[in-house]
Protein backbone atom coordinates (compact mmCIF):
# COMPACT_ATOMS: atom_id res chain seq x y z
CA UNK A 1 0.00 0.00 0.00
CA UNK A 2 1.19 3.42 -0.97
CA UNK A 3 2.41 5.63 2.42
CA UNK A 4 1.38 9.15 0.13
CA UNK A 5 -0.57 10.19 -2.84
CA UNK A 6 -2.09 13.44 -4.69
CA UNK A 7 -4.74 15.33 -2.52
CA UNK A 8 -8.03 15.61 -4.59
CA UNK A 9 -11.22 17.80 -3.94
CA UNK A 10 -12.48 14.66 -2.23
CA UNK A 11 -10.08 14.51 0.83
CA UNK A 12 -11.26 17.99 1.54
CA UNK A 13 -13.84 16.69 4.53
CA UNK A 14 -11.24 13.81 5.82
CA UNK A 15 -8.82 16.72 6.30
CA UNK A 16 -11.06 19.10 7.75
CA UNK A 17 -11.85 16.70 10.49
CA UNK A 18 -8.43 15.46 11.01
CA UNK A 19 -7.23 19.25 11.82
CA UNK A 20 -10.50 19.88 14.12
CA UNK A 21 -9.33 17.12 15.88
CA UNK A 22 -5.38 18.22 15.95
CA UNK A 23 -6.19 21.81 16.48
CA UNK A 24 -4.09 21.94 19.61
CA UNK A 25 -1.49 19.14 18.49
CA UNK A 26 -0.49 21.51 15.99
CA UNK A 27 -1.27 24.56 16.72
CA UNK A 28 2.45 25.48 18.49
CA UNK A 29 4.08 24.18 14.53
CA UNK A 30 1.92 25.81 11.91
CA UNK A 31 0.95 29.46 11.12
CA UNK A 32 -2.08 30.74 12.99
CA UNK A 33 -4.92 29.73 11.12
CA UNK A 34 -8.80 31.64 10.52
CA UNK A 35 -11.63 29.58 11.54
CA UNK A 36 -12.76 28.58 7.78
CA UNK A 37 -9.49 26.55 7.29
CA UNK A 38 -10.79 23.90 9.78
CA UNK A 39 -14.38 23.48 7.52
CA UNK A 40 -14.48 21.39 4.66
CA UNK A 41 -15.29 24.24 2.43
CA UNK A 42 -11.99 25.72 3.72
CA UNK A 43 -9.95 22.90 3.30
CA UNK A 44 -11.75 22.41 -0.51
CA UNK A 45 -10.07 25.95 -1.13
CA UNK A 46 -6.58 24.58 0.06
CA UNK A 47 -6.68 21.80 -1.68
CA UNK A 48 -7.93 23.33 -5.21
CA UNK A 49 -5.63 26.17 -4.95
CA UNK A 50 -2.56 23.49 -4.51
CA UNK A 51 -3.94 21.39 -7.32
CA UNK A 52 -3.58 25.09 -9.41
CA UNK A 53 -0.19 25.06 -8.31
CA UNK A 54 0.68 21.49 -9.36
CA UNK A 55 -0.57 21.91 -12.81
CA UNK A 56 1.85 24.57 -13.22
CA UNK A 57 4.49 22.33 -11.83
CA UNK A 58 5.17 24.18 -8.45
CA UNK A 59 3.84 22.17 -5.85
CA UNK A 60 3.38 18.40 -5.26
CA UNK A 61 0.45 17.91 -2.88
CA UNK A 62 0.31 14.51 -1.24
CA UNK A 63 -1.82 13.69 1.49
CA UNK A 64 -0.05 10.93 4.24
CA UNK A 65 -2.07 7.80 4.57
CA UNK A 66 -2.42 4.84 7.30
CA UNK A 67 -2.37 0.99 6.31
CA UNK A 68 -5.81 1.01 5.61
CA UNK A 69 -5.89 3.88 3.13
CA UNK A 70 -7.24 6.56 5.28
CA UNK A 71 -5.81 9.94 4.79
CA UNK A 72 -3.89 10.88 8.35
CA UNK A 73 -1.20 14.23 7.30
CA UNK A 74 -0.15 15.90 4.44
CA UNK A 75 3.16 16.09 2.81
CA UNK A 76 3.87 18.76 0.41
CA UNK A 77 6.59 19.90 -2.43
CA UNK A 78 6.13 23.41 -2.10
CA UNK A 79 8.30 25.90 -4.38
CA UNK A 80 9.75 23.34 -6.94
CA UNK A 81 12.20 25.24 -8.82
CA UNK A 82 13.74 24.57 -12.28
CA UNK A 83 16.43 25.70 -14.18
CA UNK A 84 20.07 25.60 -12.79
CA UNK A 85 18.58 25.20 -9.01
CA UNK A 86 16.46 22.30 -9.44
CA UNK A 87 15.13 22.39 -5.95
CA UNK A 88 12.12 22.65 -3.51
CA UNK A 89 10.86 22.47 0.03
CA UNK A 90 9.09 20.07 1.70
CA UNK A 91 6.55 20.33 4.48
CA UNK A 92 4.32 17.74 6.50
CA UNK A 93 2.43 16.68 9.48
CA UNK A 94 0.82 13.73 10.75
CA UNK A 95 -2.31 13.83 13.05
CA UNK A 96 -1.31 13.11 16.91
CA UNK A 97 -3.10 9.71 17.03
CA UNK A 98 -0.23 8.50 13.89
CA UNK A 99 2.36 10.74 15.05
CA UNK A 100 6.05 8.80 16.72
CA UNK A 101 5.19 5.35 14.80
CA UNK A 102 7.22 6.29 11.15
CA UNK A 103 4.29 7.90 9.25
CA UNK A 104 6.32 10.81 8.60
CA UNK A 105 9.67 8.98 8.37
CA UNK A 106 7.96 6.55 5.47
CA UNK A 107 6.07 9.63 3.89
CA UNK A 108 9.24 11.72 3.90
CA UNK A 109 11.33 8.60 2.25
CA UNK A 110 8.83 8.35 -0.72
CA UNK A 111 8.74 12.32 -1.49
CA UNK A 112 12.94 12.12 -1.52
CA UNK A 113 12.68 9.27 -3.85
CA UNK A 114 9.74 11.45 -6.31
CA UNK A 115 11.44 14.17 -5.97
CA UNK A 116 14.63 12.72 -7.07
CA UNK A 117 13.46 9.58 -9.26
CA UNK A 118 10.11 10.91 -10.99
CA UNK A 119 10.62 15.10 -10.75
CA UNK A 120 14.61 15.18 -11.77
CA UNK A 121 15.10 17.73 -8.71
CA UNK A 122 18.75 17.54 -7.54
CA UNK A 123 17.90 19.20 -4.04
CA UNK A 124 15.05 18.97 -0.98
CA UNK A 125 14.94 21.58 1.69
CA UNK A 126 13.29 21.38 4.85
CA UNK A 127 13.13 23.34 7.87
CA UNK A 128 11.93 22.70 11.48
CA UNK A 129 11.23 24.88 14.81
CA UNK A 130 14.50 24.36 16.65
CA UNK A 131 12.84 22.42 19.59
CA UNK A 132 10.88 20.40 17.23
CA UNK A 133 13.44 17.61 17.68
CA UNK A 134 10.90 14.96 16.61
CA UNK A 135 10.70 16.56 13.02
CA UNK A 136 14.62 16.62 12.92
CA UNK A 137 14.93 12.83 13.43
CA UNK A 138 12.21 12.35 10.78
CA UNK A 139 14.61 13.87 8.48
CA UNK A 140 17.82 12.91 9.30
CA UNK A 141 16.63 8.88 9.46
CA UNK A 142 16.02 9.92 5.58
CA UNK A 143 19.32 11.67 5.08
CA UNK A 144 18.97 15.08 5.50
CA UNK A 145 21.59 17.01 6.31
CA UNK A 146 21.44 20.49 8.73
CA UNK A 147 23.09 23.12 7.25
CA UNK A 148 22.00 26.65 9.48
CA UNK A 149 19.63 28.17 11.20
CA UNK A 150 17.39 30.84 9.62
CA UNK A 151 16.62 33.59 12.25
CA UNK A 152 12.82 34.87 12.07
CA UNK A 153 12.57 32.54 9.47
CA UNK A 154 8.58 31.45 9.55
CA UNK A 155 5.23 32.88 11.32
CA UNK A 156 4.11 30.39 13.70
CA UNK A 157 2.24 30.20 16.18
CA UNK A 158 1.66 33.88 16.19
CA UNK A 159 5.22 34.84 15.72
CA UNK A 160 8.59 35.20 14.01
CA UNK A 161 10.54 31.89 15.22
CA UNK A 162 13.80 30.58 14.07
CA UNK A 163 13.93 27.25 11.97
CA UNK A 164 16.66 24.83 11.58
CA UNK A 165 17.71 23.91 7.96
CA UNK A 166 18.45 20.92 6.12
CA UNK A 167 18.80 19.56 3.06
CA UNK A 168 19.37 16.23 1.11
CA UNK A 169 20.96 16.31 -2.02
CA UNK A 170 20.80 13.63 -4.81
CA UNK A 171 23.65 11.35 -5.59
CA UNK A 172 25.56 12.11 -8.62
Not at 91 to 100: K, L
Request: charged content about 25%; proline content about 4%.
Amino acid sequence: MKITRLVTPEDAPALAELLRVNREFLAPWEPVRSEDYFTTDGQHAVLEADLRQHEQASKLPHVILDDSGRVIGRITLNGIVRGPFQSCAMGYWVGAGHNGRGFATKAVREMVRVAFEELGLHRVQAETLLHNVRSQRVLERNGFVRYGMAPEYLHIAGRWQDHVMYQVVRSS
